[in-house]
């Protein structure tokens, strides 16, 4: 009989959360195992022994934000009015980047080879739920001469653009919710010009 484990999902948890505590105040070339580790409570054996390296640990948080949004989208009670859903589906990825900007930093923002493989299938995942959202428009005649993926890409397109703005902070005296509806209102109204 093996040994038992001695780090579980527990330990796993609290390292992630530590990670994303740490990378709000630096960047990942900065981020320190031993850092990590101690934010946790544990050694930076536990670290290895559950993620093995620190692109793996990243890749880790990519694939939560990517869970996160999968599970935003999919929370969104689908109504008669698919537009409107939409917009809800855009204001809650915003509430996503804001709450976690070190889980969107990772998720949309880092180049590293190494760390985006890991997170790939389930970026699939959440961006095929956000596509399924746009099929009743495409049915209505409501996406133009757009297909289901363009509109999506396009829109997922602006929610990035829209949080890398609103997260840089940028000195805009505006209603930030109400200029993301409105901005989407605007992009999903014309899909239909």
Known sequence: MG?????????????????????????????????????????????????????????????????????????IPVTDDPRSDLVQAALMFRRFALGHPALFAVAFHRADPAVRPPFRATAAKALS?????????????????RSVPEAALAFHGLCEGMAVVELRGIPLDVDHERLWRDAFRALLTGFAA
Not at 47 to 66: C, P
Not at 130 to 139: D, H, I
């Open 129 to 145: 739920a956000l596509t399924r959202r746009f099929e009743p428009l495409a049915a209505a005649g409501l996406l133009g001469r």
């Open 3 to 75: 040994r038992p484990r001695e780090h579980d999902e527990n330990t796993a948890a609290a390292l992630l959360a530590a990670a994303e505590r740490l990378l709000q105040e630096r960047s990942t070339a900065a981020l320190s195992l031993r850092e990590v580790a101690s934010g946790a409570g544990v050694s930076t054996r536990a670290v290895y022994s559950l993620f093995g390296s620190k692109e793996a640990l990243l890749g880790e948080l990519g694939t939560r934000a990517m869970q996160t949004l999968h599970e935003g989208v999919d929370a």
